[in-house]
């Protein structure tokens, strides 16, 4: 085979790694944690000292609009890296960086290690501020050289995780105009997309090479004084029309926290006697709205940082539906948007049909050039039924009719897709197979290519059946029954449970393996059941579509040890032929996972495996930078002084991880709303032993707003309602 042939070959494989078998980052040099800001649609990513090192191999970058606009940002003083004594983003949107100098000489004189401190604060909104403070500790002035190299592959988002392209478009000489390094390229679209860094102060000067632009300062900073300067870094993508306002590092740092402190003023308050736990809350709550993202066509939550910093049909819904009670605009702003991409028509290229709802949008080069689907992408099996349950949800929590009357077609459309594409041969199950050279094998939340495989380790054949979307499909009809009699189609209302309860009866039938006592993962494409043991059927719980007496085999099963590892529950049983606890999608553990299936639990009446894997996920918390809940992490076994292990390239943060916790504690409040009829549920409360009490202030039902304070005393728990306005009843179940 010729050269040309091979690098052909590794091209299309590195492909296919990407878009068909949903590998989220091709692993190259993954050494050291990264630290991450966000603001709107411009994200940072640095090693922990800030630095974002020339040709890493990592992701490391300033991204904006699914391009990497910095590829280097390197600091170095009087030749040297200085030393980092902490660096931290606990603010989402601010990295904090704090130096000392290693032993320097300048003209001479010896400049004593940790005598120097050099403070880097880097905020991200419109572009990244970044404020560089030195102060000098020493008895005599120093003459320091501060050097910043910066350059820009402006490589899409893909070509980062590792698709390789037969041509890019043209890297265009820096140039140096005043203040200002401009760094730009041409892309294969057309388009001109430039980085702007704009200084405060003159540089000293400026070397211009084949690694982008060397800056350096020369400084003078006399005895115990400091001096403090900084520079800005704006992406610009097409024409430059937009009308320029003087960045100010303080009011931009002002103006970011009042827009957190206003959203968390906003949300429903929750307090416990658990001050661990009371920080992983404000954690995520904060999570939550780090990730989302303003677009012409409204706002939406990402799905996570860095490798899916876009709008996810599924990540967008499913983290939606868990904040309701926390935040309702969130549901509200999904529903808008993705209303706005339902589907339109058949195309094979985007795995588009009528009434489908998106898997993800994408506005980088290769989207532009068409050469990957995602304008947007509609490869998602699952998106459509749960954005009827989300829709349903958002109604039982807020009784926004006008909304729903609003979205009445985009209702219709989802349900049509349902009956006439989703399921293909009419016998009532959903199913995927792509149709896009470039989408993705796998077409449900475990979207790798090797996540649905038989016991003998065979990948399993498409036409696929997943247990877990026909479980949503059934959910979603049984509340869309309820919102079409809402909205005066009693006939349409009537069909729909008809229509759901045939769906159950077969599902129960088709699914269940009586000699696991379990439900299979899915039917392949000859309608044989996929026997490997999952966590698919987890989910399943939620949506009451299992019989009662099945539901507890289920329950029980998920608890064994070669599914639950002590942190939560594996995606794939330690048992099954194709477990890998480092892989993606079969043996890891994801919290969103375990967050949905603690709610069927719950549902079931389970409340000691609901405990248990709250206390699990609590625990991974713990151990976890920021009190934050990963994407995912390794499925190994919990052990006396072992810690859960990071998954290597996992987004941080990211949004169903992040928006879990509140509905687990939903869970274990048994709180479910019905605002159409001001009724809020309260089923059988229970708070596991390391939480005594919990009080929400602020919680709003339709037009109703009160305050529960939940306290477990000798194994029980009780509420009281301090508060309530409007005409709510509260309805206590058992």
């Not at 030749?79 to 000392?100: A, F, H, Q």
């Not at 219709?412 to 197979?433: C, H, R, S, T």
Request: hydrophobic share 35%.
């Amino acid at each position: 085979m010729s050269p040309g042939g091979r690098v052909f070959e590794e091209e299309t494989e590195a492909t296919n790694r990407i878009l068909n078998e949903g590998i989220p980052f091709i692993i190259v040099d993954v050494k050291e944690k990264v630290l991450s800001i966000k603001e709107n649609d411009c994200f940072l990513l640095t090693n922990p000292e800030g630095n974002i090192p020339w040709g890493n191999g990592r992701g490391l970058g300033f991204y904006y609009q699914d391009t990497r606009f910095l590829s280097c940002l390197e600091f170095s003083i009087n030749g040297k890296n200085p030393v980092c004594l902490t660096s931290t983003v606990e603010l989402n949107y601010l990295e904090s960086l704090e130096c000392t100098n290693p032993d320097l000489e300048s003209d001479g004189v010896k400049i004593s290690q940790q005598t120097l401190n050099i403070r880097q604060l880097r905020l991200v909104k419109k572009g990244l501020h970044n404020k560089i403070r030195v102060k000098n500790y020493n008895s005599f002035t120093v003459n320091l050289n501060l050097q910043f190299k910066f350059d820009s592959d402006f490589a899409d988002i893909f070509e980062v995780r590792g698709l390789k392209r037969k041509s890019r478009g043209k890297l265009l000489r820096p140039q140096f105009e005043g203040k200002n390094v401009i760094l730009a390229y041409i892309g294969k679209d057309d388009v001109f997309r430039q980085t702007k860094i704009h200084f405060a102060i003159k540089p000293s000067s400026v070397e211009i090479g084949a690694k982008g632009a060397v800056v350096v300062f020369n400084l003078k900073i006399k005895s115990f004084s400091k001096l403090s300067f900084g520079f800005y870094v704006e992406p610009i993508v097409g024409e430059d029309t937009e009308k320029k306002i003087k960045p100010n590092f303080g009011h931009t740092l002002s103006n970011l926290k009042s827009s957190y402190k206003k959203y968390s003023e906003e949300c429903l308050q929750i307090n416990t006697d658990n001050q661990i736990f009371n920080r992983l809350l404000a954690r995520s709550r904060n999570d939550v709205r780090s990730l989302v993202i303003k677009m012409p066509e409204g706002r939406i939550i990402a799905g996570g940082i860095p490798w899916f910093m876009a709008p996810f049909g599924r990540d967008s819904i499913i983290t939606s539906i868990q904040t309701l009670p926390l935040c309702s605009d969130f549901a509200r702003d999904t529903i808008k948007f993705l209303a706005a991409f339902q589907g339109k028509k058949k195309d094979n290229w985007r795995d588009e049909e009528p009434g489908k709802i998106i898997h993800e949008l994408r506005r980088g080069e290769l989207a532009n050039l068409n050469e990957i689907p995602h304008t947007p992408y509609y490869g998602s099996v699952d998106s459509t039924p749960l954005f009827l349950i989300l829709i349903s949800e958002y109604l039982k929590w807020t009784n926004d009719i006008d909304l729903i009357k609003k979205t009445k077609i985009n209702i219709d459309n989802a349900v049509n897709w349902i009956k006439n594409y989703g399921d293909k041969d009419g016998d009532l199950f959903v199913e995927y197979e792509r149709k896009s050279e470039k989408g993705l094998d796998n077409q449900g939340w475990k979207d790798s290519f090797d996540s649905v495989f038989h016991i003998d380790g065979k990948i399993a054949k498409p036409p696929i059946v997943l247990a877990e979307v026909q479980a949503y499909v059934y959910y979603a009809l049984r509340r869309m029954s309820q919102v079409y009699d809402k909205l005066g189609e009693p006939q349409k209302s009537m069909s729909l449970v008809s229509w759901a309860e045939a769906l159950k009866k077969k599902f129960n039938k088709e699914f269940w393996m009586e000699e696991a006592n379990y439900l299979a993962m899915a039917l392949d494409a000859d309608k044989r059941q996929v026997k490997t043991i999952t966590s698919n059927p987890g989910q399943v719980l939620w949506t009451g579509i299992l019989d009662e007496n099945k539901a507890k085999k289920v329950a029980e099963r998920l608890m064994r040890p070669d599914m639950f590892s002590g942190w939560g529950v594996r995606t794939v049983s330690k048992l099954a032929k194709g477990y890998n606890p480092m892989s993606y999608h079969n043996g890891t553990v994801w919290p969103h996972d375990n967050a949905l299936i603690t709610r069927g639990l719950k549902r079931y009446g389970f409340d000691w495996a609901t405990e248990e894997i709250v206390t699990g996920l609590y625990d991974v918390a713990t151990h976890h930078a920021y009190m934050r809940l990963p994407e995912l992490f390794c499925g190994f076994t919990r052990e006396e002084g072992s810690w859960p292990i990071d998954y290597p390239v996992a987004c941080s943060p990211q949004a169903w991880s992040a928006g879990s916790i509140f509905m687990i504690l939903q869970s274990l409040l048994g709180i479910s709303s019905d605002a159409p009829n001001d009724v809020l549920y309260i089923n059988n409360p229970i708070l596991p032993n390391w939480l005594k009490t919990v009080e929400l202030k602020g919680l709003r039902v339709g037009k109703n707003v009160l305050d529960i304070s939940f306290r477990c005393e000798n194994n029980t728990t009780s509420f009281t309602v301090p508060r309530k306005e409007g005409k709510i009843k509260i309805i206590m179940e058992e």
